[in-house]
């Protein structure tokens, strides 16, 4: 079995919490066309994934989280 890459499990990840809904309402913005994610918060969290998964220290500074920003 191969192992995936770093991008591989950051996309697998962030989809899965996307369809688990375990984004916060506050992210979620609802309108005509229907519900779209805050991309800035989406970007935000996919850079810490990926820094989680390639070893990376994550570098203190305000980050938005799944439980809004911190």
């Known amino acids: 079995m191969t192992e995936k890459s770093v991008e591989q499990k950051t996309l697998d990840t962030l989809n899965a919490l996307i369809a688990g809904g375990q984004f916060p309402k506050s992210l ?5 066309s229907g519900s779209k994610l ?6 935000q969290i996919h850079q810490q994934l ?6 990376k220290p994550v570098e203190p500074e305000p980050r938005y989280t799944l439980d809004g920003v911190s």
């Open 28 to 32: 979620i913005k609802h309108g005509a």
């Open 38 to 43: 805050d991309l800035a918060a989406i970007q």
């Open 50 to 55: 990926q820094e989680y998964y390639s070893g």
